[in-house]
């Protein structure tokens, strides 16, 4: 994998979590 794709799967879960937090 690209590293700017693993960025932006990383950007996209981090705002995931924020929205829904655990």
Do not use: D, I, N, V
């Amino acid at each position: 994998m690209s590293q700017m794709t693993k960025r932006a799967l990383e950007a996209s879960l981090k705002e995931l979590l924020r929205h829904k937090p655990l």
